[in-house]
């Protein structure tokens, strides 16, 4: 993972007063990317509340099954619908929907992780250049 240096506010007020604050095309390109990246990351960041709240549902029906009768049929929601299942096929089925999630939640920190990595590479540079001038937090 690289090293990101942060800039401090006396860094953005020394390189940000300099006279050639015009916004170049590359400069352009780097605003749209980091806005795109925000907009991106609002996204991934409720999609991952979602499946978080999912994740606890999953662990809290898991800890109801553990204490019901090995005999007994529970109901099971699959899609729109439940079934009435033996527990074991239950818990079977749970397991792998906990799986499911489990994956889901970590290639979501994944991405949002790298997200905020190119958002900050693009924040040094673009403060770098601009200093005070812009503003970039979010």
């Given at each position: ?40 990351e609002s ?44 527990l074991e ?50």
């Amino acid at each position: 993972m690289m090293q990101h240096r942060m800039l401090s506010k006396d860094d953005e007020v020394a390189v940000g007063g300099g006279e050639d604050n015009e916004v170049r095309r590359e400069d352009q390109e780097k605003i749209n990317r980091f806005s795109r990246l925000h907009q991106r990351e609002s996204v991934l960041e409720e999609q991952l509340k979602a499946k978080q709240k999912d994740k606890e549902d999953l662990e809290e029906v898991s800890t109801e099954l553990e204490l019901a009768d090995e005999d007994e049929l529970v109901p099971y929601k699959i899609g729109d619908s439940f079934f009435q299942l033996p527990l074991e096929e239950a818990q079977t089925l749970l397991a792998t929907s906990t799986e499911q999630i489990d994956s889901e939640v970590s290639s979501l920190e994944d991405n949002l992780g790298d997200l905020r990595d190119e958002m900050q590479q693009l924040k040094v540079a673009l403060y770098a250049r601009f200093g005070r001038s812009i503003n970039l937090e979010t």
